[in-house]
């Protein structure tokens, strides 16, 4: 069911006031989108999401069924956030305590994806087109087209903006199998060449 806007929101949805949602948005069953939010154009949002006071999410980001996205997560454009994953906004909480102002930001970068039931503990960049394996636990900086996985997550490897796994030559190129595009790795970092 439509609202009368530029995007669409089921009818079990709730999407309270003050939020900017942009063009061709999908907010599908039983999710909750508060006030304050940011949702840029083409964004899908599944089923029983919720997404917290101030959450930036860019433009094209897919959000998968169940998840959380909690005040202080920034997410870029094409960012994809698997089914169930999770994001955090206090290191220490306690139940009695509030420490509403002492939010801890986490920024997901361009193009970056995790996984079903990944847990991303807040104060952490993940970079550009990263992979967050499925049920990955992260708990410090990701690398840019950085292949994680594990509790606590460990780098195995590099991806390609299409995420397929890089593997490198003696020079240190590598050539992604579906693009055909080139990367070089200097100084353990990655970048597309």
């Not at 009368?4 to 999710?31: L, T």
């Not at 992979?131 to 990955?136: E, M, R, S, T």
């Not at 890089?166 to 100084?187: G, H």
């Amino acid at each position: 069911m439509s609202n009368g806007s530029s995007y669409f929101a089921h009818s079990s949805a709730i999407i309270d006031d003050g939020c900017e949602i942009g063009e061709g948005v999908k907010i599908w069953h039983f999710s909750h989108i508060m006030p304050s939010c940011v949702i840029g154009n083409h964004c899908n949002i599944g089923q029983n999401v919720v997404i917290s006071p101030g959450v930036v999410l860019g433009k094209n980001v897919k959000v998968q069924n169940n998840v959380s996205i909690y005040t202080g997560v920034e997410c870029e454009d094409d960012v994809f956030l698997g089914p169930s994953m999770v994001f955090t906004n206090i290191l220490n909480p306690r139940s009695a305590i509030i420490r509403r102002e002492q939010y801890i930001k986490t920024l997901v970068k361009k193009g970056a994806s995790i996984g079903a039931n990944a847990t991303v503990v807040c104060g952490h960049t993940i970079g550009e087109y990263a992979l967050i394996g499925a049920g990955a636990v992260i708990t410090k900086e990701v690398k840019p087209f950085a292949l994680v996985v594990g509790n606590p997550a460990k780098q195995i490897g590099w991806v390609s903006e299409y995420g397929h796994r890089l593997r490198f030559d003696a020079n240190n190129l590598a050539i992604c199998p579906e693009s055909m595009e080139q990367y070089v790795l200097e100084k353990d970092r990655v970048k597309k060449i």
